[in-house]
Each structure stands twice: as C-alpha cells, then as structure tokens.
C-alpha cells in the first residue's frame, strides 16, 4: 500500500499538478473552511484523546491552525517570486536569482501530545511549497488521527495529499519508500529511525524534538505575573505534555520559598484544591505515559522532595500539578524530558549560575528567562543555546509566525512557521542567465601570460581587467 500511495503521488506531483499557485491557494482555502466547518468535531476528538478542554483546543490547535493557513495564504505569491539577487563582476554582463522549487513527494509523521496543529501545520507548508504529500497522523491519538483520515479527502486534493494510518508496522513501510523529504514530530528514539532510515535514499529530514526546556527566575520580577505565566505554560499547555512546555525551573535558595508559595497560591486559583477534578486539565494520554511519569515521583530520593502536587487518579490518567525542590541532578527527573505535569525546582547561590547548569545538558528546544534585568537578559540570549527563547513569558513565541519554530541539537534540526515552512520544504535553486555577448577571449585556452594577468585582475574585481576582457583582449587570431 506505502509504494502504491507513492507512485500515485509521483504521478500526481511530475504531471505539474501541484506547482500552480492556484491549486496551492485552493488546498489552503480548503483548509481553512475545514477548520470552519469542523471545529466542533475537532474540539470533541481532542477531548476524546487527551480530555483536551475546549477552550485550550480552540486556543493552541484551531485558531492557531487556521490562522497558520491564512498567514500562508497572503504570503503565498510573494513567497513563490524568484528573488533577484546581484551578479558578479566575473560573470558580467548576467542576471541572477534564486528560484523556490518543491522538493517532490514528502511525508510527515505527526505526534499525539497537539494531534491537530501538528499535524496540519507542516501540511500547510508543504502545500504552500508546491508538493505532494502523505500525513501519518500518531495512532496514539487515535480519534484526531481517524478524524484527519476522514475529513482531509473531503477538503482538499486526494491525488496530491493523502492520510495513511496505523502504528508502527505502518510506519515503517512508509520509511522504507524513498521520500523527498521526511519531517517528523516526536522523541528522539523514534528520530533516530527515521534518520536512518531516510539515510538510505539520501532523504533530507526535518525533526521537531523536544528537550528539557528550563525556566530561570530572577528575584527582580513581578512575581505574580511571572507565576501565572509559568503555570499556564506547564500546565495549561496539555498538562505540561507539550515540547516547549516548561520542564523545570532554576532560581536562587534565597528566592526559592517565596516563588513556590507563588506557584501554591495560583495553581489553587486556576486548577482548585482538588485539581484531580479540574476541567482545565488534560488527562494523561495513556496508562503507558501515566506509569512513566508516576515512576519519575516514586524514584526513593526525589519521593520526599514534593512541596505540591502529587495525588493521581490511574482510572481517569490524571496526576495534580506537582511541584518538587531540589532534586537530585542525576535523578530520571532530572535527565530526561518530563513531558507531564511534574515540575522540579532547582536552587543556585547566584541566578548567572543558571547558565553552566542548563549549558551541561542538551540544547532545549525552548528555553525561558523572567528578569527585569537586562543585563541578565542580554547574557542570557548571548550564552544559552536553545532552539527557541521566550523572556518574562513562556510559549508564546511559537504564535508569532515571522519567527522560525524548531530545535537544535538534540531538540531537533530544521524549522517552520510562517515562511520558514515553505522554505522547509523547497529547494532554493540558483539561476544565472547570460546573453550571447560580453565575450571575454581569456577565459579560453591556450591560457597565455596576458590572458592570466586580465583572468587575475577579473577575479579580484578589477575594473580595468573587465574592460579589457569585454573589448576582447587579448586578441584572438582567427
């Protein structure tokens, strides 16, 4: 079925049928009318796998899908225009430009934690671009994956952009075509695979990963603010099982009791005593991903370091805000990505010790800065290397689209958003075009002492050299 779906899909893509702007335009507006149209199927298949409360579907996967479509859609003539760009003086007289082309076939295998916007966000690109494309929406969302399987064909072209299901089997029959192009959402063991597998063909490859992604918080800030931001971009981004979601939080000992009676007060005010019970939450995704993040709690020396938190409802995957201080560096918590609704306070003497910290551990794919010292705040940016960085706020970068979104490091490599998707998935040709004149007679052998000497001068942009070569010396015996 995988090399049926391909071959389809190089048929579709070498008759042209993908390159116009029209049909471009048309798949996007599609899509946009989808979105209108569905929203209240979309809304319930995300509650349906993950509990997903309306409003925090309509806010970080509907509105920022539809508005992703639309930004692409105003954008997408001008982005299409060759750039003209100067011509060198050795290649005088000629015209230059870049030429954006579509890569080909492309597939994109989303992820479960956002199962909409990650999956149509990269769709939008590649569509902008000019390509076909094959959508592997996760099975570990199953309601939103069957729900694109079933609306995609009615709203866009069925022939250029197709949705295969499944698991791993799969998944792995789609890894074993050749691709144009593979852009995949997920973990870093999975990314692997799919490096290696798009290896074989020479396939380049976008990967959107995740990371630790820390939060430093200066004792010079407006602490409520900061708080409220920190706990709904852990906690009201999926129940911290997001990739840009804070993972923990660095501060001063001095500091440390005064931000987590913070973090007590508005976790109570936005979740309730018995947060358990919270409409605001996101349940876990499965019991598999709800045993993990009950593991990294239980271990014997981070049990007794919760200060908040840490009631769970296996029945319903749920586990409470929970908040934990000092923790030992080379504890599982500590090492790997949280992904869940855990977050470990670590202490330092002075807040500038926070950047060796994050520095010792892989490239985040966000990495988060509450200060209103801008000396901290230019450091900060200058020597901490992350995918993405947010200051005095958390997530929301993602939302502006004139801003790249994607990791480094092991938090990924490639990136989209905007203009930056459709650049992900083209190919910047470089075109010279020259007329029939401005012949230079040096640039062909024999190569004499005098042809050397103007061939010399034209490389080092001498205009005398050029001069000489265009008046066609030295001269050639005929």
Not at 72 to 78: D, E, P, R, Y
Not at 239 to 258: H, L, M, R, V
Not at 300 to 320: N, P
Request: glycine fraction near 8%; proline fraction near 6%.
């Amino acid at each position: 079925m995988a090399e049926e779906t391909v071959r389809e899909l190089r048929a579709s893509f070498a008759a042209g049928r993908t390159r116009p702007a029209e049909w471009r335009a048309e798949q996007l507006k599609g899509l946009i009318r989808m979105i209108d149209e569905k929203e209240a199927e979309i809304s319930a298949a995300l509650h349906e796998d993950l509990a997903k409360p309306h409003m925090e579907s309509y806010l970080h996967e509907i509105s920022l899908t539809k508005s992703s479509c639309k930004f692409a859609l105003n954008g997408l003539k001008n982005w299409m225009k060759p750039e003209k760009i100067p011509a060198s003086i050795t290649t005088f007289p000629s015209s230059a430009q870049i030429v954006p082309e579509p890569l080909g076939v492309v597939l994109i295998i989303s992820a479960w934690n956002y199962p909409f916007i990650l999956s149509i966000d990269p769709v939008i690109g590649a569509i902008a671009a000019g390509n076909a494309v094959v959508l592997k929406p996760s099975e570990i969302a199953p309601a939103t994956s069957s729900l694109l399987a079933k609306l995609l064909p009615e709203y866009v072209d069925n022939s250029c952009i197709k949705v295969v299901e499944g698991g791993v089997p799969e998944t792995t029959a789609l890894l074993e075509q050749r691709w144009d192009k593979i852009f995949y959402t997920g973990n870093g063991t999975v990314a692997r695979i799919v490096m290696a597998a798009a290896s074989k063909h020479l396939t380049p490859v976008a990967l959107e990963l995740g990371g630790k992604c820390p939060v430093v918080v200066d004792s010079n800030v407006d602490l409520h603010v900061a708080v409220k931001r920190i706990v709904v971009g852990k906690w009201g981004c999926n129940n911290g099982q997001a990739c840009i979601a804070p993972d923990y939080i660095i501060t001063t000992k001095s500091f440390a009791p005064e931000l987590v009676a913070s973090l007590k007060r508005v976790l109570v005010r936005f979740y309730g005593e018995n947060p358990l019970q919270s409409a605001d939450l996101s349940r876990i995704v499965n019991s598999k991903q709800f045993k993990r993040l009950q593991d990294l709690i239980e271990e014997k020396r981070v049990a007794d370091k919760i200060v908040y938190g840490g009631e769970a409802d296996e029945e319903q995957l749920k586990i409470a805000p929970t908040l934990l201080l000092d923790v030992p560096q080379d504890s599982a918590i500590m090492t790997g990505e949280i992904f869940g609704p855990l977050l470990p306070i670590v202490t330092v003497e002075k807040i500038e010790e926070s950047f060796d910290l994050i520095n010792a551990k892989p490239k985040p794919l966000a990495a988060y800065l509450f200060t209103k010292n801008k000396k901290l705040q230019e450091e900060f940016v200058a020597n901490v290397p992350a995918g993405g960085m947010l200051v005095n706020d958390t997530v929301l970068h993602l939302a502006n689209p004139y801003m790249p979104f994607g990791g480094v490091g092991d938090s990924g490599m490639g990136c989209y958003h905007g203009k930056f998707g459709f650049d992900c998935f083209s190919h910047k040709k470089g075109v010279l075009i020259r007329g029939f004149g401005g012949e230079a007679n040096a640039r062909y052998p024999p190569y004499t002492t005098e042809k050397q000497k103007i061939l010399r001068g034209l490389i080092n942009g001498s205009f005398i050299a050029l001069i000489l070569a265009l008046l066609g010396f030295p001269r050639e015996k005929r």
